[in-house]
């Protein structure tokens, strides 16, 4: 499965930005989706995750309550909105497939990974 996130770009702190991902080729919907995330100078961290039917999301403790992962169960998207943006927030955002329908925290557990992209929160 080819994965592309779109929707990066450039946000003002408390404001907020969605960025999403889209699958082609192959379908989505039967995999667990995570959405990381890497600044510069850092390790590529989890931000969000999110199973194959929506039913079950996990957040890293600096988004809880300011990010929302979104699936709709049977779409090829998968979704995180972002808001109360933070200047910490910046980094290049990665959306990734599980193997299986659930999704974890490990990177290791992904097997399709996008190309990522851009997120920039000024003060």
């Known amino acids: 499965v080819q994965l592309q996130a779109f929707g990066g770009g450039l946000g003002q702190a408390r404001g907020s930005l969605r960025i999403a991902c889209a699958a082609f080729?192959?379908?989505?919907?039967?995999?667990?989706v995570g959405w990381f995330r890497q600044a510069p100078g850092k390790e590529r961290e989890i931000v969000a995750t999110i199973n194959w039917d929506g039913g079950s999301t996990t957040y890293t403790d600096s988004v809880k309550g300011r990010f929302t992962i979104s699936r709709t169960k049977g779409s090829n998207t998968v979704y995180l909105q972002m808001d109360s943006l933070k200047p910490e927030d910046t980094g290049v955002y990665y959306c990734?497939?599980?193997?299986?329908?659930?999704?974890?925290?490990?990177?290791?557990?992904?097997?399709?990974w996008g190309q990522g992209t851009q997120v920039t929160v000024s003060s």
């Open positions: 080729r192959r379908t989505l919907s039967n995999n667990g």
């Open positions: 990734a497939a599980s193997r299986g329908s659930f999704a974890s925290a490990e990177i290791a557990s992904y097997r399709y």
